[in-house]
């Protein structure tokens, strides 16, 4: 358990167990008709066969407590972008074309002017990931929530032989990490508290962003991702969300061995200096620089990292199970 994001308020192996919870449940539902469904425990989407040639997949998330901090310092123009982000990039790594998104906003008080905010941010990250979105609901629920909550639900086709799953991936493949465009959506209860305590939002941080709009720079989407497989062999693909190098665990049996990170952005090594965080912990709470990962054989080393700026060798495949960061075992 990560000990100050637990202090923080979230107790990500708690979360676990829950999660686990309700899926044990789900598991024994019986419709009477044969399974649709392909089977990838574990994986960031649910992919239906819905032809012989032809799977759907479907993604569903939120931009969690990065709304607090955005309700706080009132810039709501970018959420969108992370809503849209957090569900397309859960689609890009198993190679598959987002194509429909919906969203839910759920609110103890309807506001025109904070509608409006979210829209142009849900805009943009449309634009960006080029889908359309085609439809959502609106809820007010006073006394049940506090502030605002958005999430949303991605829909996305692929030829069911390019869905990418990590079932090729092998020791000797190489990790090409791509940078973050900061600290996403992901880890900000922790980050908001280590703010709070040791700084305010409104203080001047770099690149003239204050502390506060640093911490809302929105998730980047890797929408290059679906034009770049159709040409270079890629074994595996890794969106770095909550958990931060725990998610690789997802795509493999074998281990994942990082011994040349991607440079961590300014506001990660505040975080840890501030308030005196380990990096094993920022490692498993954070994105940490790297917001998605390629696993992929020797040969497409340069195909990856000629289409995608700033991408690098981070680490390789071993046979020993794991997510390592240099001496560091991070599970």
Not at 57 to 67: E, H, P, Q, R
Not at 75 to 100: H, W
Request: aromatic share 6%.
């Amino acid at each position: 358990m990560s000990d100050a994001y637990a202090a923080a308020g979230v107790d990500t192996d708690q979360s676990d167990r829950a999660v686990s919870a309700i899926v044990d449940v789900l598991r024994t539902i019986e419709t009477g008709a044969p399974s649709r469904v392909v089977d990838l425990p574990g994986h960031y989407a649910s992919v239906l066969r819905v032809t012989p040639d032809l799977g759907i997949a479907i993604a569903t998330d939120g931009v969690g407590s990065k709304l607090v901090l955005a309700e706080q310092t009132g810039r709501l123009d970018t959420v969108g972008i992370d809503c849209i982000a957090m569900n397309v990039n859960d689609l890009y790594v198993m190679n598959v074309e987002p194509v429909a998104f919906v969203d839910y906003i759920a609110t103890d008080l309807l506001s025109t002017v904070k509608m409006s905010q979210i829209g142009i941010g849900l805009n943009e990250g449309a634009r960006q990931a080029n889908i359309n979105i085609v439809g959502g609901e609106t809820a007010t629920l006073k006394g049940l929530v506090s502030g605002l909550d958005l999430a949303g639900t991605c829909l996305g086709i692929q030829d069911k032989d390019r869905i990418i799953t990590g079932d090729l991936i092998r020791p000797g493949d190489r990790i090409i990490g791509v940078p973050s465009s900061g600290i996403h959506s992901n880890g900000l209860t922790l980050a908001r508290k280590v703010a709070e305590q040791f700084g305010n939002y409104e203080e001047p941080f770099r690149n003239g962003r204050t502390l506060g709009e640093e911490l809302l720079v929105p998730t980047r989407i890797y929408h290059e991702t679906i034009a770049l497989t159709k040409k270079t062999s890629v074994h595996g693909m890794c969106h770095i969300t909550g958990g931060g190098l725990k998610n690789l665990l997802r795509l493999s049996r074998y281990g994942f061995e990082i011994t040349s990170p991607l440079p961590p952005q300014p506001i990660f090594t505040w975080i840890a200096e501030s308030a005196g965080i380990t990096d094993a912990e920022m490692y498993r709470t954070f994105n940490m620089g790297m917001g998605f990962a390629y696993v992929v054989p020797k040969d497409s080393v340069a195909g990856i990292q000629n289409a995608v700026k700033g991408s690098k060798i981070v680490g390789e495949i071993t046979v020993e199970p794991g997510a390592w960061l240099r001496d560091i075992e991070i599970i």
